[in-house]
């Protein structure tokens, strides 16, 4: 009795026969692990190479940069600009050969408020101010002043805007900022580094052009706080400023729609 017992017990053997049973085929957990992991790996393996079709998917040249589509997309509106102000000019001569049904009285009120608009060039003296951005290893060149910050080195939408507005403030007849016209219903934006105009997207340096009297235009720059405040940072981390009297010069008319495009409320 204690021999099988003790038999049993030691789990060497059976009650009735003392031998030892067969293992059972049980999958170890070590294995069934690594089975699973490289199946996984078939399945990443087989899903990449479907994204891809068989193109490296990190430096394949067909995938463009958001940057690159930004860039491309201000190239097309820049093109479509020009084509729109084509078609306008041709029609405005068909118009003139036609007689276009109006009176000279109706056309000369129309052609004031076309001025007005910013949609015919304009011509007069003009002042130019050029912003750019600081270097970017630009230390501090006055004493009592922080090292800079990245933020403290480049263009911001407010500089641009101060400048414009003091010209308008300084009575400027009409502004061009690079090469497009401003209308009232222009949005001078940043994103960045880069500015947004009218569709289409320019990096610094930017420069910005106003007919009207020098005199009265320099003043208002002089006198604008906005700007006064961008001069520190001038004269301080070396941001570029630049106003020169370019004499008389065109501006061209502008050439994009003049549609108003507006949020609605959901039906």
């Given at each position: 009795m204690?021999?099988t017992a003790d038999?049993?017990e030691?789990?060497?053997?059976?009650?009735?026969t003392?031998?030892?049973?067969?293992?059972?085929?049980?999958?170890?957990?070590?294995r069934?692990?690594?089975v699973g992991v490289?199946?996984?790996a078939?399945l990443l393996?087989?899903?990449?190479?479907?994204?891809?079709?068989?193109?490296?998917?990190?430096?394949?040249?067909?995938l463009?940069k958001?940057s690159d589509?930004?860039?491309e997309?201000?190239?097309?509106?820049?093109?479509l600009d020009?084509s729109?102000a084509?078609?306008?000019?041709?029609?405005?001569?068909?118009?003139?050969r036609t007689?276009?049904?109006?009176s000279?009285?109706?056309e000369?009120?129309?052609?004031?408020?076309?001025?007005n608009?910013?949609?015919?060039?304009?011509?007069?003296?003009?002042v130019?101010?050029?912003?750019?951005?600081?270097?970017?290893d630009?230390?501090?060149?006055?004493?009592?002043?922080p090292?800079?910050?990245p933020?403290?080195?480049?263009?911001?939408q407010?500089?641009?805007?101060?400048?414009?507005?003091?010209?308008?403030?300084?009575?400027?007849?009409?502004?061009k900022?690079?090469d497009?016209?401003?209308?009232?219903?222009?949005?001078?934006?940043?994103?960045?580094?880069t500015l947004?105009l009218?569709g289409r997207v320019y990096s610094?340096?930017y420069k910005?052009t106003?007919?009207?009297?020098?005199?009265?235009?320099?003043k208002?720059?002089a006198?604008?706080?906005?700007i006064?405040?961008?001069m520190v940072?001038?004269?301080?981390?070396g941001l570029?400023?630049?106003v020169t009297?370019?004499?008389?010069v065109t501006?061209?008319g502008y050439?994009?729609?003049?549609?108003l495009?507006?949020?609605?409320p959901?039906e």
């Amino acid at each position: 009795m204690s021999n099988t017992a003790d038999s049993h017990e030691a789990g060497h053997g059976t009650p009735e026969t003392g031998t030892t049973p067969p293992r059972s085929r049980r999958l170890r957990p070590a294995r069934v692990l690594t089975v699973g992991v490289f199946a996984l790996a078939g399945l990443l393996f087989i899903t990449s190479f479907n994204t891809a079709r068989g193109t490296n998917i990190r430096t394949d040249s067909s995938l463009l940069k958001l940057s690159d589509l930004i860039h491309e997309r201000s190239h097309k509106n820049g093109l479509l600009d020009e084509s729109n102000a084509t078609l306008r000019d041709g029609n405005e001569v068909l118009a003139k050969r036609t007689g276009g049904g109006s009176s000279k009285a109706e056309e000369a009120r129309l052609g004031a408020l076309e001025k007005n608009a910013g949609t015919q060039r304009l011509t007069g003296e003009s002042v130019s101010v050029t912003l750019n951005d600081a270097p970017p290893d630009a230390t501090a060149k006055l004493p009592g002043y922080p090292a800079p910050q990245p933020d403290y080195l480049v263009i911001h939408q407010q500089d641009l805007q101060a400048v414009v507005n003091a010209l308008w403030q300084g009575g400027a007849r009409g502004i061009k900022v690079m090469d497009q016209r401003l209308i009232s219903t222009s949005a001078v934006r940043c994103v960045g580094n880069t500015l947004i105009l009218q569709g289409r997207v320019y990096s610094p340096p930017y420069k910005i052009t106003a007919i009207g009297n020098p005199d009265k235009l320099q003043k208002a720059l002089a006198d604008s706080a906005a700007i006064q405040n961008y001069m520190v940072y001038v004269n301080v981390y070396g941001l570029g400023w630049k106003v020169t009297e370019d004499g008389t010069v065109t501006l061209p008319g502008y050439s994009g729609t003049v549609d108003l495009h507006y949020a609605k409320p959901v039906e």
